[in-house]
């Protein structure tokens, strides 16, 4: 097996050499945007890997024109900066070049970031378990007891589930841990932190010297937890979901999937991320994203070469894109916290939130030039709106400088009672359809 797989590898390197990937980068040929050409020899998850490019750069992909029905790959995406402008940096634009360019086939592995890579600036640690009030605080709490640092991480909450990724070092070397007895004890306390009194669904905690992309790991991992499966309990969130369906195009041999919902950053990487993690190939894509409503619209087929097949089929890929679409979605309060790194710092703060009744239900936690850079997403533990008594009693604890609310909880309330279809009936005359165009029947 091990001798097949590093054929491959050389066989697709040969590939490579002989058609290298070509990027063209024009600031003229849009009005507002940047348009950036990638053209390639085509592979199993290159989609996912152009667009986790773009993305990790922050820049905004407000379209997309993607095809890939036989062995060459050809997209063309519209990008701008977080502020709606051109990308005119010329550093930035060289980086984009030589990683979807011809020298990414000599500077990365075939599946760039998204593998796991040795490290041993930190130790990775993987958490899934069932979410509730505090958990956050809990686990960071066990943390600092251990002499962890947590230097950067991600936590993501959806369907009653919690799901993190941690880098952290050790309190006295501030590099990673590696003693093996040390390593089953962090284990073995998070699992029980994280098993809390739910019996009826797992938790499971993995350590490893790895790096991996965060974002991707996340989704892998909640999708493995079945996080898209729902209760009848969730019949009321219904015009809260994301408008997702799945037609067969028979005349091409193609499952067209349609997506509408409300716009918001990295919305596309997290869309093609889990059709690549279910092992569909996408051959042809349009995506809108110009304006509050993002319009997504895929042609693909299964790694094996067929559409979908059943009823049962097409609701899994429904429910899984419902699911990896409100991941990510920034439910609650948005504060931002900004000081001198120290270990502990994590566990006050959240200790704070949980001692005033807040819950967290996303928290990005970075760590740059000695300095603690992180964000959270906070509600009040009762479902009840944010008090702004509260968040100010919590700042006046931390520091009003330290501490910085993004919105006022009222804004917060709005958006996520916002309900995602709220553009359906403006976009159901597009023209750009494939089911408008009358190539795709019905599944039913």
């Not at 066989?11 to 990937?21: A, L, S, T």
């Not at 984009?96 to 130790?123: N, Q, W, Y």
């Not at 350590?207 to 996340?218: A, D, I, K, M, N």
Request: with cysteine.
């Amino acid at each position: 097996m091990s001798f097949s797989h590093d054929m491959d590898n050389e066989y697709e390197k040969f590939i490579r050499r002989m058609n290298p990937p070509r990027v063209v980068i024009d600031n003229e040929a849009c009005k507002n945007a940047t348009v950036i050409r990638v053209d390639s020899a085509n592979k199993h998850g290159i989609l996912l890997e152009v667009i986790q490019v773009l993305t990790d750069l922050n820049l905004i992909i407000t379209k997309a024109y993607i095809s890939s029905d036989g062995g060459w790959f050809m997209d063309v995406f519209n990008v701008t900066d977080q502020d709606g402008n051109k990308v005119t940096d010329e550093g930035l634009l060289d980086y984009i070049r030589k990683s979807l360019g011809p020298e990414s086939c000599f500077f990365a592995p075939p599946v760039r970031s998204v593998g796991v890579k040795p490290s041993m600036d930190h130790t990775a640690i993987e958490l899934i378990g069932s979410d509730r009030p505090g958990l956050l605080s809990e686990v960071s709490a066990v943390l600092t007891n251990l002499k962890c640092n947590v230097v950067n991480g991600e936590v993501w909450t959806h369907n009653t589930r919690a799901a993190a990724v941690l880098q952290v070092t050790d309190e006295e070397t501030g590099s990673a841990i590696t003693d093996p007895e040390r390593l089953s004890r962090i284990k073995q306390l998070l699992c029980n932190v994280l098993k809390g009194s739910n019996k009826h669904r797992g938790a499971k905690t993995v350590v490893s010297h790895g790096v991996t992309h965060t974002e991707r790991r996340l989704h892998q991992m909640m999708f493995a937890d079945r996080d898209y499966d729902r209760t009848d309990d969730d019949a009321l969130d219904e015009k809260q979901r994301p408008n997702v369906s799945v037609d067969n195009w028979y005349d091409k041999d193609y499952s067209v999937v349609t997506i509408r919902s409300k716009d918001r950053p990295k919305l596309l990487f997290d869309t093609v991320c889990t059709l690549t993690d279910m092992q569909y190939v996408v051959f042809h894509a349009s995506i809108d994203a110009e304006g509050p409503e993002a319009y997504q619209e895929y042609c693909i087929r299964h790694i094996d070469g067929s559409p979908v097949k059943s009823d049962a089929e097409r609701q899994r890929v429904i429910q899984c894109l419902e699911a990896a679409i409100e991941r990510r979605v920034s439910e609650g309060l948005k504060l931002e916290l900004c000081t001198t790194d120290r270990v502990g710092l994590l566990s006050d703060v959240t200790r704070i939130f949980r001692e005033n009744s807040l819950t967290v239900t996303r928290a990005e936690v970075a760590t740059k030039a000695g300095k603690a850079v992180n964000t959270f997403y906070v509600r009040d533990a009762s479902g009840c709106p944010v008090d702004s008594k509260t968040i100010d009693s919590i700042r006046q604890v931390i520091g009003q400088t330290i501490l910085k609310v993004k919105g006022s909880p009222q804004e917060s309330k709005s958006v996520s009672q916002e309900s995602p279809t709220r553009f359906l009936f403006g976009g159901l005359f597009k023209s750009r359809s494939f089911v408008n165009f009358g190539l795709v029947r019905s599944y039913s």
